[in-house]
């Protein structure tokens, strides 16, 4: 009898002895812990979405240049080798072609402004030479230089007429001077649409071109066949 009631009085002192432990649901339980981590202590040493993009951008630029020294004959120096090249091909194709432009900076007519004489373009174009602004010295002067075989009538006024056209007709009655009516109006499209800079050798050709032609006689019959 002692040692049953020893028993039975440990029995009651066990803890849980008469209640059943405690279970939660499975769901109950994972929706608990996903509030619990959601809390902004958990996440204060988290990137941010900034670290976050740059890291996966910086990770995809890694295996490109992996995947591409890995096909490229010579591994990262042949890969290196070849970015130089095409840096180099970009670069003198800009050079070429000048910068490029978004819009284009007027109609392509070689007179955009309206009607004034050879003498105003040609004052126009010394007054921006004497302040070494050479594009427009250019543009101006080959203005006057179309305007003044226009006043001579070696050109017919034509307002939509381009620096290229009018070299051309120029030419017809003034072949001598063919290559150098076709050099200005490259230089004039170079400053005006290529982005290009003037710089005084080219004004000082186009404006003794310019001289030139108002002392050359014109080929009236045109050049025989």
């Not at 993009?53 to 042949?78: E, I, K, N, S």
């Not at 126009?124 to 001579?152: F, I, K, N, P, Y």
Request: glycine share 8%.
């Amino acid at each position: 009898m002692r040692t049953g009631g020893l028993v039975t009085r440990a029995a009651a002192l066990l803890p849980g002895a008469e209640t059943p432990p405690v279970t939660t649901p499975r769901e109950a339980a994972r929706e608990a812990a996903e509030r619990e981590l959601s809390k902004p202590i958990y996440h204060e040493n988290d990137p941010s979405l900034v670290d976050r993009a740059l890291r996966a951008f910086f990770d995809w630029l890694d295996d490109l240049f992996g995947a591409a020294a890995g096909a490229t004959p010579g591994g990262a120096v042949g890969l290196v080798a070849v970015v130089l090249l095409v840096a180099l091909a970009a670069t003198a194709l800009w050079w070429r072609l000048g910068s490029p432009r978004r819009t284009p900076t007027t109609t392509g007519r070689l007179f955009p402004d309206g009607v004034r004489s050879a003498d105003d373009h040609r004052a126009a174009a010394d007054a921006h030479a004497a302040a070494g602004r050479w594009t427009e010295a250019v543009q101006e002067r080959m203005r006057a230089l179309v305007r003044s075989l226009e006043e001579r009538t070696l050109l017919d006024p034509r307002p939509g007429r381009t620096a290229d056209e009018a070299a051309a007709e120029a030419a017809r009655s003034l072949p001598d001077h063919a290559e150098a009516l076709r050099a200005a109006a490259r230089a004039f499209d170079d400053v005006t649409y290529g982005g290009r800079t003037a710089d005084a050798d080219t004004y000082a050709r186009l404006r003794a071109l310019d001289l030139a032609l108002n002392h050359t006689k014109p080929l009236l019959t045109g050049p025989t066949a």
